[in-house]
């Protein structure tokens, strides 16, 4: 469980990032984070995650958060199953190595993500798509119930996109509170039971249903944005169509 209750943050006191911010994350349920860039995104889950303190209001988490930064290559060369087991150090005493337990875990926490193959590959040779599952699997591993993900989709292809957003739908629907930051509404609307608007007038936080719509997509990004239903396989799904051209018309 996450709940944030006015929660804000600035660099200076008069340089606020966002300021006012409540919602809750209960289990078994996925929150979507929205905005330009440059509206404090990134900065939002940092926070949530507990990697930087709110200046005001509260963030209170009932366990540690597993975090899931985006993904961006490495200089080190480890195995992608090494990098899974450093998922492990809240568990592991600051003096100790990981055992066969942790491990385990890791190994675990692969194969629920659908990479276990790629225990022994090394994480710079990877796809960015693979990567992207490398740090799931070891935000997974942690043994947390609540993940935070920042823009787990960026720099893939549309394939790995549809991967990644549907691993995230498994964990949500096995219990797990996921809050993610993201570029795509598109994708909120597939995955998020609710969303957080960063606009440039203020914050909106509420159901997707009922804040993910043509006229509010519209002002959050100044562009003109169409909503589309399809049928996919027998459920009506929606999604969004951004109006190209001369004053997004």
């Not at 961006?72 to 998922?87: E, I």
């Amino acid at each position: 469980m996450l709940e944030l209750r006015g929660a804000g943050f600035g660099y200076t006191p008069r340089n606020w990032i966002f300021r006012d911010v409540s919602f809750s994350v209960p289990p078994g349920t996925a929150t979507a984070v929205l905005g330009p860039n440059g509206s404090g995104k990134t900065t939002l889950v940092r926070c949530a995650a507990g990697l930087l303190p709110v200046r005001d209001g509260t963030v209170h988490r009932s366990r540690a958060a597993g975090y899931v930064p985006q993904a961006r290559g490495s200089t080190f060369g480890y195995p992608a199953l090494d990098m899974v087991v450093m998922g492990r150090a809240r568990r592991i005493g600051v003096f100790s190595s990981p055992g066969k337990h942790d491990r385990a875990a890791a190994l675990q926490a692969m194969d629920r993500v659908g990479i276990a193959g790629l225990a022994h590959r090394l994480f710079p040779t990877l796809s960015g798509g693979e990567q992207q599952l490398v740090l799931i699997a070891r935000a997974v591993a942690g043994g947390s119930p609540l993940l935070v993900l920042d823009e787990p989709s960026t720099g893939l292809d549309l394939k790995n996109q549809a991967r990644v957003l549907g691993l995230l739908r498994d964990l949500r629907s096995s219990g797990m509170s996921l809050l993610l930051s993201t570029h795509h509404p598109e994708h909120a609307l597939y995955l998020a039971d609710s969303v957080v608007l960063l606009g440039p007038t203020g914050v909106l936080t509420g159901a997707a249903s009922t804040l993910l719509t043509d006229s509010q997509l519209s002002e959050l990004y100044g562009v003109g944005v169409s909503m589309l239903t399809y049928d996919d396989g027998g459920t009506s799904r929606r999604t969004v169509v951004t109006r190209y051209g001369p004053g997004g018309d």
